[in-house]
């Protein structure tokens, strides 16, 4: 099979297929003993291709090696080493990722891409001199392009000068602005009127941001699943095929609850315990399983009606899955994952890790839908409206007081006040729980080179000793209507 013919499978998104055709084209080139020089064409595509089917296939530790052949032939791929990169950076294996993009930036000094990214990284870690740096040189080659406005506004509270809020509204009085990026537009507008104390105009901006993005960004497939779907499907499956020797040594703590909550700030915390442990961060590995194997029976499925689940199916993806992260089930491993969704699926995930530990972060629920609100979360697609932000967290309250009652030993609730506080007999009680030695030093994670992908990178770098509950009270009667909807909106 010729590699035109694989590619018309990989169109046709049937990557296993494709995968094992390639793999017998690369036997027969190499059987066929001819040399790569002249064959260049066909060892290039055949690897580099492999990577990108491997990595459709959440097969990142093959994707990188088949993009380490590639490269050896093609010494000097920037599109191949960004790949590799990227992949590390997904797997956090973060300086390897940082080498690899400098070196793109030798061969290419303006490949946009690599400047970017590398940026992305250095913000992420909390470096941010030198991820204002990156995108500065970014942004000079693309002077127009909102999303470094954005981005360095949020570095630096200088950045927004008044020449630079006259250049961004003067791009949208001339309609030079493209309509999926007008969000970023009045995002940055409303910030420049939050630093002047503009508070009329700063909701009036945040409020066309969102509605804006809820237009031209938003993924509706998405938003229905999470309002619409899931919601009615967290105790309702049926578990079938359970084999208990697989992951049975595996011991997952899930940091779940709502975006804003001060789950970031936990995570990091915990993060400085002695004991060995492994951090995923985000990895989104089991709502991405479910999805990518249920998803269509989900979508197809009425309120009430029971989903079939295969427990020894789910938990080989999960094997699988860890493999990415070097995560083997040997050696009882202790694991940190903070995919703040999986409240969605604690039965699911108890059945698959009986010793499974759930801490919960909680704030302020007034504070927490301003600060959600208030915040451009572009990978939540519930989170551009009052409206649905509320129905989102009443769903969370209910599944959450749910199961409080049914795995009262497994969960375990945390302020983030309390953290901020520095509150030390609450830290210890946390360690405790989640099985971990206790750091006495546990501020010191402010120190550590850990990434950090979410709207909280640039927060948790800064001075958290100091709870301020009235950060938003002005914000407050913004919910006022709501009140009469939502109960627990009044408490």
């Known amino acids: 099979m010729e590699l035109q013919t694989i590619l018309n499978l990989i169109n046709q998104r049937k990557f ?14 190499k059987n066929e003993n001819r040399s790569l020089s002249s064959h260049k064409y066909d060892f290039k595509n055949i690897y580099f291709t492999l990577s990108q089917v491997c990595t459709q296939l959440n097969e990142l530790k093959n994707s990188k090696n088949y993009l380490v052949k590639h490269l050896k032939i093609n010494p000097k791929d920037t599109e191949g080493f960004l790949n590799l990169a990227n992949l590390n950076l997904r797997t956090r294996e973060i300086k390897e990722a940082e080498k690899i993009y400098k070196k793109i930036i030798k061969i290419d000094s303006n490949n946009f891409k690599a400047l970017i990214n590398l940026a992305y990284l250095y913000e992420g870690v909390g ?38 809020i006259n250049f ?5 009085i001339d309609n030079k602005v493209l309509n999926k990026d007008k969000f970023l537009a009045n995002h940055i507008l409303s910030k420049n009127c939050e630093k002047k104390k503009d508070y009329l105009n700063e909701i009036k901006y945040l409020k066309s941001s ?3 993005f809820l237009k031209y960004n938003v993924n509706e497939k998405s938003k229905e699943y999470w309002l619409n779907i899931i919601p009615y499907h967290y105790n309702n499956f049926i578990y079938e095929n359970n084999s208990k020797d697989l992951i049975k040594n595996i011991q997952p703590i899930f940091i779940v609850g709502l975006p804003r909550s001060g789950s970031t700030i ?35 499925s009425n309120k009430n009606e029971k989903i079939n689940i295969d427990l020894k199916y789910i938990k080989e993806k999960i094997i699988h ?12 491993s202790i694991l940190i994952d903070k995919s703040l969704e999986n409240f969605f699926y604690i039965d699911l995930i108890i059945k698959i890790f009986p010793k499974a530990k759930f801490v919960i972060t909680e704030r302020n629920v007034s504070n927490n839908i301003i ?38 030993n497994n969960l ?28 006495k030093k546990y501020y010191d994670f402010q120190k550590n080179y850990q990434f950090v992908n979410n709207a909280s990178n640039i927060q948790i770098r800064s001075n958290l000793r100091v709870y301020d509950a009235k950060k938003y009270t002005k914000y407050y009667e913004l919910l006022n209507k709501y009140k009469s909807m939502y109960s627990w909106l009044k408490e």
């Open 371 to 408: 600060g959600i609100y208030k915040k451009i979360l572009l990978n939540i697609p519930w989170g551009h409206s009052f409206s649905h932000i509320l129905m989102y967290i009443h769903n969370y309250k209910k599944i959450i007081n749910f199961f409080k009652k049914k795995y009262k």
């Open 412 to 439: 375990y609730m945390i302020k983030t006040e309390d953290l901020q506080k520095m509150d030390e007999n609450k830290v210890k009680s946390l360690f405790n729980f989640c099985g971990l030695k206790f750091n």
């Open 210 to 212: 969102h509605e804006n």
């Open 266 to 300: 936990t995570e990091l915390i915990l993060s400085t315990s002695k004991t060995p442990k492994y951090i995923l961060g985000e990895s989104n590995i089991i709502n991405q399983i479910l999805i990518s194997s249920y998803g269509e029976k989900f979508f197809k």
């Open 168 to 172: 961004v509204e003067k791009l949208l």
């Open 321 to 332: 899955n860890f493999k990415n992260f070097n995560i083997c089930d040997s050696n009882k």
């Open 127 to 164: 470096d941010i001199n030198k991820a204002i740096k990156y995108y500065q040189i970014a942004r000079n080659l693309d002077p127009k392009n909102l999303s470094f406005f954005y981005s360095l506004s949020r570095l630096s509270d200088e950045y927004l000068d008044d020449n630079k």
């Open 16 to 29: 296993e297929e494709a995968k094992k055709n390639l793999i017998e084209l690369l036997r027969k080139k």
